[in-house]
């Protein structure tokens, strides 16, 4: 066999190779319970809205990230990603002019009629369903699953379960701090049982007085919220809503924690379903429990 075609045959093999590769795939369950083909290996993703943006991130394969939704922020590096749109109503002539290989999105951000269409185009959309502090570690596991990361998944779930262990040990046996937290103020908006920042508050010192409502984010009365003596507001830096939004309202002066100025604040990585969270999680315990 000569050179010439020793060469030809080795590169036809590595061709075939590369094909093979290429077209190595998983079927995978996504959290709504759709099953699906995935890639073997991800390299073209697309993260339809900014907490699964920093899953993926926390999870090594930013550099497999595409394109992002619009309102991304962490991490930073991600800004520099094109973005395809807002989470609600995503361009999908955007995505699909992108090649990707996989989609991921979120229950509560995305519509179905909008994966629906890109899953009628060939391309898989994985979907979670992040609901408390446990839906971020599940919603970690499954998608380390679609993007072949296990290992990854599961060292960086072992590293958030040791933080949020650690900041309950810090604030282990101080008195708790009775919060309220307007997520917007008319009509009031806040957080109710089964937001995972109510969960945040508590492991941080704290207690959400709105905890008891089973909705994930209430509407309440003013009148309710008084009743309930927060002793503290929580606020969001940089929010559209602003601690002077409240002040000049009627009624707000009569909450202890109006009366006693007791204001703490957090950015807004505590909005964020997401590894992220956890930064938000220890600064606030820095803040309830200087």
């Known amino acids: 066999m000569t050179r010439t075609v020793r060469s030809v045959l080795a590169a036809a093999l590595g061709m075939m190779l ?10 995978v369950t996504d959290e709504l319970g759709r099953t699906m083909t995935v890639p073997d290996h991800p390299h073209r993703i ?7 943006t920093d899953d993926v991130y926390a999870l090594g394969a930013g550099d497999d990230v595409i394109a992002v939704s619009d309102y991304t922020k962490y991490p930073a590096e991600a800004r520099l990603k094109p973005s395809v749109g807002l989470p609600l109503s995503p361009s999908i002539e955007t995505i699909l002019a992108l090649h ?23 391309i898989p959309v994985f979907m ?26 599961e060292s960086l779930i072992h590293q958030l379960h040791q933080r949020e262990q ?16 307007p997520i917007w103020y008319d009509p009031i908006v806040t957080i109710g049982e089964h937001a995972f920042i109510s969960e945040l508050i ?27 003596r ?3 507001l929580l606020l969001v830096r940089g929010a559209r809503m ?28 505590i909005d964020l379903p997401a590894p992220v969270a956890f930064d938000a999680l220890e600064e606030l315990a820095a803040e309830l429990h200087p």
């Open 166 to 181: 650690a900041v309950r040990l810090r604030v282990q046996g101080k008195p708790v701090v009775s919060i309220f937290m």
């Open 202 to 228: 508590d492991i941080a010192g704290g207690h959400s007085i709105t905890s008891d409502i089973h909705q994930e984010w209430p509407q309440v009365s003013l009148e309710a919220i008084i009743a309930r």
């Open 46 to 52: 697309v993260c339809l809205v900014p907490s699964i």
């Open 100 to 122: 990707p290989d996989l989609v991921l999105g979120s229950s509560d951000h995305n519509r179905i009629a909008s994966v629906d269409r890109l899953q009628q185009m060939g």
């Open 18 to 27: 590369c094909a093979v590769s290429a077209s190595a795939a998983r079927t």
């Open 230 to 232: 927060p002793e503290g």
């Open 128 to 153: 979670v369903d992040p609901h408390g502090i446990a839906g971020i570690y599940k919603s970690l596991h499954t998608l380390g699953q679609a993007l072949h990361r296990e290992e990854a998944a």
């Open 242 to 269: 602003s601690l002077s939004d409240l002040t000049g309202r009627p009624g707000w002066d009569m909450l202890p924690a109006m009366k006693n100025h007791r204001f703490y604040y957090v950015d807004d990585r």
